[in-house]
């Protein structure tokens, strides 16, 4: 989630909240933002999260670790690379197998009707073609 405010003078302010397994990570451009972020957090989060770690970047900083993770990536060989055609074929059978059986499974925009119910009328078929488009 990322939210972008300006501040009196028109300067963007931004904030990124980043949620992953077992961290809450909020970065600002500020150290009084990170502050006042982390007070809000806390509120919220009282009881289901530890006490803050929190470090400080200058711009120069973060760059470098920028071009140091993108040298990182860039040096790693993936250790599980699949033939291009193989995984297509994967993507494909597994794709085929999901859309076969949701035409088997009811779908709350059709009234809780599979789309194999509902295509055996004509205002049924309806319901399924602008299901269709909505997908």
């Keep these: 989630?990322?939210?972008e405010s300006l501040q009196n003078g028109?300067?963007?302010?931004?904030d990124t909240l980043e949620l992953t397994p077992g961290v809450v990570r909020l970065t600002t451009n500020s150290r009084e933002r990170a502050q006042h972020g982390q007070a809000i957090l806390e509120s919220l989060?009282?009881?289901l999260i530890g006490p803050a770690l929190s470090t400080l970047?200058?711009?120069?900083?973060m760059?470098?670790?920028?071009?140091?993770?993108?040298?990182?990536t860039n040096a790693r060989e993936p250790a599980d690379s699949i033939v291009p055609e193989i995984a297509a074929e994967i993507i494909q059978h597994t794709l085929d197998?999901?859309?076969?059986?949701?035409l088997d499974e009811p779908v709350p925009a059709l009234g809780?009707?599979?789309?194999r119910q509902c295509a055996r009328s004509k205002k049924?078929?309806?319901?399924?073609?602008e299901w269709l488009k909505h997908l």
């Excluded at 028109?10 to 931004?14: A, E, G």
């Excluded at 760059?63 to 990182?72: F, G, P, S, T, Y």
């Design 112 to 115: 809780d009707k599979t789309p």
């Design 10 to 14: 028109q300067h963007p302010l931004s």
């Design 63 to 72: 760059l470098a670790e920028r071009d140091r993770r993108r040298q990182d």
């Design 1 to 3: 989630m990322t939210l």
């Design 57 to 61: 970047q200058t711009p120069e900083q």
């Design 97 to 102: 197998q999901h859309y076969r059986r949701v």
């Design 45 to 47: 989060l009282q009881g």
């Design 124 to 129: 049924g078929r309806e319901l399924v073609i």
